[in-house]
């Protein structure tokens, strides 16, 4: 059984920079994709960022590019994602999840059966 678990989420004021990270135990996800969505109150969780784990190709939403990076370290199966220049637009709840690959990219949350309990990031002066 797949288990995901993030932290690194909290509250940064506009511009600021955070961290998360998105833990995974359970399986070797050589054959695994691990995203990241969000979501905010009264709307649908959003994709945010997919990493495939044993060629790390990866891809963003449009609203994550330029400004959020996403790696890998395999000893310690864990994932990062780095987010800069934070926009209070970026306020949610950010959660991590896996699907064995299927095809690139896969962006939608309905393809992921394994998700983490989130983290909350919030962007506010």
């Known amino acids: 059984q797949v288990q995901l678990v993030e932290s690194g989420g909290g509250l940064v004021q506009p511009g600021g920079s955070l961290r998360l990270s998105c833990a995974g135990s359970g399986r070797t996800f050589d054959r695994y994709v691990i995203a990241w969505f969000r979501q905010s109150p009264g709307k649908d969780r959003e994709f945010v960022e997919v990493?495939?784990?044993?060629?790390?190709?990866?891809d963003y939403a449009d609203s994550a590019n330029g400004r959020f990076t996403v790696s890998r370290d395999n000893a310690k199966s864990t994932m990062y994602l780095q987010m800069n220049s934070l926009k209070p637009d970026d306020t949610a709840a950010y959660y991590c999840a896996a699907a064995v690959s299927r095809g690139w990219p896969q962006r939608s949350r309905y393809e992921y059966p394994y998700w983490g309990q989130g983290t909350q990031v919030t962007v506010s002066t």
């Open positions: 990493i495939h784990w044993s060629v790390a190709n990866t």
